[in-house]
Every structure is written in C-alpha cells, then in structure tokens.
C-alpha cells in the first residue's frame, strides 16, 4: 500500500504565515502539522509516500528529507491549483495499480489505523458535525456503509462529514473515474473536488465503509490551530511522553502541558498551560498561554493569550491577542 498525501494548498485562511511557509509546516506542540500526520502512520509499513507538492513545495521536501529521510518518498508537483482530485490524479504514474490510504496535509485526526486499514472494503473516515454544510457531507446507512456523498450542500441530509482520510482498494476505477472528471471539464469553482470522484464510484457498484474518528482537527484557521495544539499537548502529557523543557528556565514558571524547543531562553516569565514554542526563541519578562511560537521567536514584556507568533518574529510591551507572521518586528512599548 502506498500513501498521497496532498500538500500543495495555500493555506490562504493561515496568513500570513502561510506567505512564509507552507501550511502543513506550521507549529504544533513541538512538530509541525505534517510531523504530527506522517507520526501517526508511522505504526504501519507504507511501500512508499506520494507527496503533492506546489505553493513553497521546495519547504516540504527540505523538512521530509530533514526529518523523515528514512521514507521512500516521491514528490509530485501540481503547478495550478484545481483541487484535491487534480492533485490525487497527478500521483496515477507513481502509484499505479496499489492501494493507496489517502491523508489531507492540513488534517489531524485521532483514529484506529489498524482498523481502517483493516478494513475488507474502501474507507472513508467520517465525523460527526454541527453545520455539516462547509465540508464534504457522506450519507450512511445502518451498516455503516456510505450511500452518496456530496461537497457543501447547502440542504445537507447527513450531518457526518468526511475528515480527508480515505483508503482506495479500487485504484485503477480511481483514476478512470479522475481522468473522465478532467477529460469533461467538471471542475466546479476551477477545482475538482474527490467528492464528485467518491459519489461516481460508488455509483459504479464500488462498496465504501464509514470509519468515524475520535477527534478531529481542520487547521485550516488560527482557532482551530491553537486548539488542536491544546488538545494534542494535553494527550501527549497525559500519556507521560517526553515534552522539551528550556535548556535555561531563569527565574521562570512553567504551567504544563507545554513543549519548548532546544535552544531556548526563559526569563522572569510564566509559560503555560497550552504552551508550544520552537526551538532558539527568548522569552524575557512575559506571561504566555493557550499560543504558538515559531523557531527564532523573541518576546520581551509581552502579555500574550490564543496568539501564533511566526518564526524570527520579534514582539515588545503589552499586548493579548496576535497573530503575526514571520520575520516581523513590533514594539508596542
């Protein structure tokens, strides 16, 4: 089995960080969005990664080869952006005729992959919602098998939404289906949408199971980043794994569950809960809670609550709530 991991978005609702780097390379308790996602399958033997890469795509290479070396992986570009199925169609050379498991770059999600990846059938991992109507909706019946699925109804007649996780055992009729979506123009709003590839496959005969997640995290924007690092903070410190602490903690408190990286400089402040800073970062004469730091960060007399601070950004006086990308000064003293 081969995994596509699609990572070409622009991540536009994350600016402006996302102008400096790619929207799975955000921060996030102590790795980043695409660490947390390629941790989780790493439980399993993958023959080999497929990654879809665009928008600052030669960031994702550098971090894969950086850190995850010991994968087989291909990166595969997607020069215009025309949606998931065009990105998943791009991979049909690489992965031929192997099942795949299909993983969104921006999604975190708590989950059995044992028993998804079980599974006799394709899977499509599934969550219950509030507002189904901005995300692609699955219709299921009482054996857990998937009836129609359709993107952002706007009468929505499920309210089980489909997280981005899918595994195809049937992955030629995948992309005959992608190559008649494309070969027909049907992109709607200028993309394809996998969707519209699902609801064709299932209406050939093609049996889709409904895997529901634990959790599920779109960190698609800064609430639900911030939360996600929250949650993922707290499961990590419940579980009693090794969390970085300061190398120099200088008269300073530490209110866990936090992560902060190697390199870092704490002083005369109070750090937590929530907590997650990157590595080489000073934090001097502050109280910093429920935010994100990136690498580099410097913060000094700074009051600072649900805020994402970008890497080699520098923030001065008194302040509650930022969202502030890289390489920025700012001095409110």
Same mark, same amino acid.
């Given at each position: ?82 949606g ?29 992959l ?14 219950? &919602?509030?507002?189904?109507? $901005?995300f692609? #909706? %699955?219709?299921?019946?009482?054996? @857990?098998? +998937? /009836? ?34 494309l ?19 299932i ?43 300061p ?23 109070i750090?937590?809960?929530? &907590?997650?800073?990157?590595? $080489?970062?000073? #934090? %001097?004469?502050?109280?910093?809670? @429920?935010? +994100? /730091? ?40």
């Amino acid at each position: 089995m081969k995994v596509i991991i699609p990572v070409a978005g622009a991540g536009t609702k994350l600016r402006p960080h996302t102008y400096t780097q790619p929207k799975a390379l955000i921060p996030m308790a102590g790795k980043t969005i695409l660490g947390v996602i390629l941790d989780q399958l790493s439980s399993r033997e993958f023959e080999e990664y497929v990654f879809v890469v665009g928008y600052l795509g030669e960031k994702i290479q550098d971090y894969i080869r950086q850190y995850y070396g010991h994968l087989n992986c291909t990166f595969v570009t997607q020069n215009d952006r025309k949606g998931t199925g065009h990105a998943i169609y791009l991979t049909a050379n690489v992965v031929g005729d192997s099942e795949v498991l299909i993983v969104y770059g921006d999604t975190i999600c708590d989950y059995n992959l044992d028993a998804l990846l079980d599974n006799p059938h394709s899977v499509v991992g599934v969550k219950r &919602v509030d507002d189904p109507r $901005n995300f692609g #909706v %699955a219709e299921i019946d009482k054996d @857990n098998k +998937i /009836l129609k699925v359709a993107e952002k109804p706007a009468i929505p007649k499920s309210n089980m939404a489909m997280v981005g996780i899918y595994k195809i055992k049937e992955t030629r009729v995948m992309y005959e289906v992608l190559a008649r979506e494309l070969e027909k123009d049907s992109a709607i709003d200028g993309e394809y949408h996998f969707t519209t590839i699902m609801q064709e496959m299932i209406k050939s005969g093609i049996v889709f199971d409904a895997h529901k997640m634990n959790h599920w995290f779109d960190c698609g924007r800064k609430e639900t980043l911030l939360e996600t690092n929250k949650t993922l903070l707290k499961k990590m410190y419940d579980e009693k794994q090794d969390m970085v602490m300061p190398e120099q903690l200088i008269n300073s408190v530490v209110i866990p569950p936090v992560n902060i990286g190697k390199g870092c400089i704490i002083r005369d402040s109070i750090i937590g809960p929530s &907590v997650s800073i990157g590595e $080489n970062s000073l #934090v %001097a004469s502050s109280i910093i809670k @429920n935010s +994100i /730091l990136g690498n580099y960060a410097r913060l000094e007399e700074v009051v600072l609550e649900a805020s994402i601070i970008g890497s080699d950004a520098y923030v001065k006086g008194v302040c509650q709530s930022l969202n502030i990308g890289d390489n920025t000064e700012i001095d409110l003293g």
